[in-house]
T-cell receptor, first 112, second 114 residues
Framework: SQQGEEDPQALSIQEGENATMNCSYK?????LQWYRQNSGRGLVHLIL?????REKHSGRLRVTLDTSKKSSSLLITASRAADTASYFC????????????FGQGTTLQVKP | EPEVTQTPSHQVTQMGQEVILRCVPI?????FYWYRQILGQKVEFLVS????????KSEIFDDQFSVERPDGSNFTLKIRSTKLEDSAMYFC????????????FGPGTRLTVL
């Protein structure tokens, strides 16, 4: 089944450092998305990268996509304590019904 | 900025009871979804809904679950006879028809089944 899996599962860094999270998936995709979830809260859409794109930027976020390796990475530059959250990648199911398939997520802790 | 809202934020119920979780999607969105997240686990798709019909449902979405758009603004998830394992965060999401993948999520309802 199509599935996004992130690594590492947990990441702890100091404020100001960069954080890199990776996601792998199994089947072909139209796009891949990254979401953030603060503890006990809802999901916030961060960025969507389409299958014909290799890199995308949004503020301090940089996402890459390698469809040959079926992987994506999310880079957060100059991290802040407020970036502490769980980060999930999500891919779209094979049906055209909008079903998102989420990975296990990476828990990021940014220490002040 | 428009947002998806959900009520209640926390629902506690006894096993076997019926619960209804409510969502108000973004007003111009036509596609609606429910997902759930058991504590410490990943977010799982339950169901997608369009034009008053279920578009797709997962294996989790068995006969105990139902969805409804009772009026022009609300979208509900009903669990007829709750089980302990239904305890989870339930997220509603919505999207436009031409951007199904760009879903906007509500803050979630934490369901606790005792």
């Amino acid at each position: 089944s199509q599935q996004g899996e992130e690594d590492p599962q947990a990441l702890s860094i100091q404020e100001g450092e960069n954080a890199t999270m990776n996601c792998s998936y199994k089947t072909s995709i139209n796009n891949l998305q990254w979401y953030r979830q603060n503890s006990g809260r809802g999901l916030v859409h961060l960025i969507l990268i389409r299958s014909n794109e290799r890199e995308k930027h949004s503020g301090r976020l940089r996402v890459t996509l390698d469809t040959s390796k079926k992987s994506s990475s999310l880079l957060i530059t100059a991290s802040r304590a407020a970036d502490t959250a769980s980060y999930f990648c999500a891919t779209v199911g094979s049906s055209n019904t909008g079903k998102l398939i989420f990975g296990q997520g990476t828990t990021l802790q940014v220490k002040p | 900025e428009p947002e998806v809202t959900q009520t209640p934020s926390h629902q506690v119920t006894q096993m076997g009871q019926e619960v209804i979780l409510r969502c108000v999607p973004i007003s111009n969105h036509l596609y609606f979804y429910w997902y759930r997240q058991i504590l410490g686990q990943k977010v799982e798709f339950l169901v997608s809904f369009y034009n008053n019909e279920i578009s797709e449902k997962s294996e989790i979405f068995d006969d105990q679950f139902s969805v409804e758009r009772p009026d022009g603004s609300n979208f509900t998830l009903k669990i007829r006879s709750t089980k302990l394992e239904d305890s989870a965060m339930y997220f509603c999401a919505s999207s436009t028809l031409d951007r199904l993948n760009e879903q906007f999520f509500g803050p979630g309802t934490r369901l606790t089944v005792l």
